[in-house]
Nanobody, 125 residues
């Protein structure tokens, strides 16, 4: 079993930055990632990282602005959000899978077995 706890969300002006953290307990070498859900919309993939941290995957909306990384010693995955836009406003969810990730399955919501509670990110214009 894996428990995921997110932190680092909040309110920021457009163009600003935030760093989200997700600390995992239990089995901690799982591939992990982030999804987000805006009001009235479905949850969508943002980014993911393999268990070793050597391969990353990004949604097109995240490329060039967001960076996912992990610290194996701290059992923590980070999502650095730069140049934030109002449309980035959402609840961000940390996820983990007991499987392996590739470019085909990383964006698939059903691929992930474990979900955090979610953390709010609000970007004002």
């Amino acid at each position: 079993q894996v428990q995921l706890v997110e932190s680092g969300g909040g309110l920021v002006q457009a163009g600003g930055s935030l760093r989200l953290s997700c600390t995992a307990s239990g089995r901690t070498s799982n591939p992990m990632g982030w999804f987000r859900q805006s009001p009235g919309k479905n949850r969508v993939f943002v980014a993911a990282i393999t268990g070793t941290g050597t391969i990353t995957f990004y949604a097109d909306s995240a490329k060039g602005r967001f960076t996912i990384s992990r610290d194996m010693f701290k059992n923590t995955v980070y999502l650095q959000l730069n140049n934030l836009k109002p449309e980035d406003t959402a609840v961000y969810y940390c996820v983990a899978t007991s499987g392996t990730l590739n470019s085909l399955n990383a964006p698939e919501l059903d691929e992930y077995d474990y979900w955090g509670q979610g953390i709010q990110v609000t970007v004002s214009s």
